[in-house]
């Protein structure tokens, strides 16, 4: 999830290779400036990433600094890094480091045993049945969203779907729990804490959040409202017989099948902020690069409102139509294909490894990149073109890792099954009503930060069906 900018720090003079056994075979790498090394690659990570594959092979060194890196791109290699031997590869990046600060132990940048303890007790509210309990609120939120479309009248879509995945985040995670005036307090605290986010991943030199900066001190305040929100919640639901249907009531009285045990308060909190991040910023991104896409190809988005006349007519879709909108998930799959919202995976082996013949030092850091690889010319045919129909029925990828825009093995995103019934659901709800068109002269263009999120936003005006 971290650009190549996140990973640098001041460091001594480039020294142009590893520390390796002799014997060891060092991977292609670009020219290198003496003093820097690679770190021109930050300007634009996207196309970097991109025209190094094209030109080095599917296995790249890196160098900034003292530091290592290996761009890794073929898929039967990324299944090594985070299935086959991901038990060597773990989190100690600099780019979780500063997740931590907001997430804590969370699922997403926990490790070892008690990663696994946490997954074992979260697994059993992200059961297909428990998720489908929770679609009726995904569709009440963007029916409530698509109300609020002015026709005629230009907005920014990013910033409207950022709002409706906070909605669908907020209830389906803390459910009533929530006041009106305590949501505002958290869409507020979620929003800047995922920009400060990706500020600090942005700059390589940060002080730590004791020292009273402006920043610091906003990070500070923002964190304190949400985990004041979250404990309080947390307390009256332990003090309360009735389970609820929500993601917390469910973490709350999950137990480890193995030990009995529950989550502690501060584990719950940690989860929780975990999936506001996961579950909010993704989905938003995802939804927003697909309304990008309808709009630059009027041919799909025709085959889309074809399907959504015939499967839904004119109500709302539900739960038991989701099997039916078959060209709706096509469209979201081959958008995440292009706009994977967490564009890079990084890892660092704890041992010395071999990926492809080429040596991996411990402590190194490998990328394995959802948007290179899915961009593979060997892997999907006119790698840059919009076409949903890579996914229908019937089509087999080239690899099981070609496509992996929820990471892969054991670390898969627990929310996959969630964030891909909320992303049929509220592109269905809102296609059905409106046609979005861009801006002209509005160009859309991704933004390598925490999650590919289009950059200064997404300029639409809605067209009433």
Known sequence: MMRVLDLMAPSPLFTGRPIAPPSARLAPSP??????????????PLSSFLRIRESHGDVVRLQFGTLTAHLVSDPALVQVVLQDRARIYGKQTRGMRQLRLFLGDGLLTSEGDFWLRQRRIAQPA????RIDALTPAMTSAAERARRGFVPGRMFDMHEAMMRLTLEVVATTLLGSGIAERE?????????????????????????????PTRHNRAFLRHRGNLDAIVFRIIEERRRSADVGDDLLSLLLHATDPETGERMSDQQLRDEVMTMFLAGHETTANALSWAWVQLSRHPDVAQKLEAELATVLGDRSPTLEDIPALVYTRQVLDEVMRLYPPA????????????????FIP??????????????????????????PDRF????????????????GGPRLCIGRTFALMEGVLLLATLAQHHRFDLVPGHTAVPESAVTLRPKGGV???????
Not at 365 to 386: C, D, I, K, T
Request: net charge positive; proline share 10%; glycine share 8%.
């Open 459 to 465: 300029q639409m005006v809605a067209v009433p069906r």
């Open 362 to 387: 411990k402590g190194s850091l490998v990328f394995v990149s959802p948007w290179v690889v899915q961009r593979h010319p060997a892997l999907f045919p006119n790698p840059e073109g919009f076409d």
């Open 31 to 44: 020219a290198a400036d003496p003093v820097i090394g690679h770190q021109r690659f930050a300007r634009d």
């Open 126 to 129: 992200f059961h297909k049945k």
């Open 343 to 358: 564009w890079t995976i990084a890892r660092s082996p704890t041992e010395d490894d071999e990926l492809g013949g080429y």
């Open 183 to 211: 949501a505002a307090i958290v869409g507020a605290a979620v929003d800047f804490i995922t920009a400060e986010t990706n500020r600090r991943l942005r700059n390589p030199i940060q002080l730590p959040l004791s020292v």
């Open 392 to 407: 229908a029925p019937g089509q087999k990828l080239a690899h099981r890792f070609a496509y992996f825009p929820f990471g």
